[in-house]
């Protein structure tokens, strides 16, 4: 078997609103933040995702997440590139679809669930099998209040906060989070800033971002192209005293 570039995991609806969608990891990196992890694109199978986001379509696979550049959001991924070269790698018909005779490009191997889209989108069980074969995974969801939410996902990613406010509700459920947060707002009393920003360790060697454990929350100042949405609308958010 000639080893693919990436591999097709799951072919079917959305757990968000039904529609159609693609899980897709794509098996080598060279994002300097992340490291050489296994990359997890969840998209539209349907239409390309630079159309899915201006058409609003990607409810499908981000939820409702205060990020969607389509409401306005300040997503840091440039849709238009990578993620749209996955999706062209895709119809073009690059990717085979996942067989146990793939297991050895993935034993492990560190994995990244959602480089773009939320793992929430897709049913649990994919996540659950990756799990079994990783070194260590890292994800994130904002679906926490979608009715079909699976909380059983935050066994292997962090609930995205937008505010001190959200995530402290999280901790009271016993929810690691994953803040982003503007540069002026202090972090909360069990949060450190992501190691990446602070000392400059990949992920694929640190690690915490796996949603369990008695391991610290992370917080990041909010980033990308983009950030000065989140920033014109959680500004005040981020520096309201938690009573």
Sequence with gaps: MIKPNGII????????????ITVIGVLKSNNKKTGNMIQY?????????VTASK????????????HRQSLGGGCYVNIGQSVLSVYKA???????NKTSEHDKYLKGRAMRFGSYGDPAAAPFQIWNDLKALASITTGYS???????????????????ADTPKAALKSH??????????????????NEIECLADSEGVQCIDCGLCNGIGD????????HGTLKGRYIKKYSKANIIAIG
């Design 9 to 20: 995991f799951y072919e079917g609806p959305s757990v968000l609103d039904g529609q159609p």
């Design 41 to 49: 694109f969840i998209i539209r199978s349907d239409v390309d995702p």
């Design 55 to 66: 058409q609003k379509l990607d409810a499908s696979i981000c939820g409702a997440c205060v």
């Design 90 to 96: 895709y119809k073009r018909g690059s990717y085979p």
């Design 142 to 160: 904002h679906q926490l209040m979608h009715p079909n939410f699976n909380d059983r996902i935050l066994e292997s990613c962090m609930v995205s």
């Design 172 to 189: 009271g459920k016993n929810y690691r989070t994953f803040r982003v947060k503007t540069p002026d707002s202090p972090f909360l009393e």
């Design 215 to 222: 391991k610290p929350n992370i917080a990041i100042n909010v």
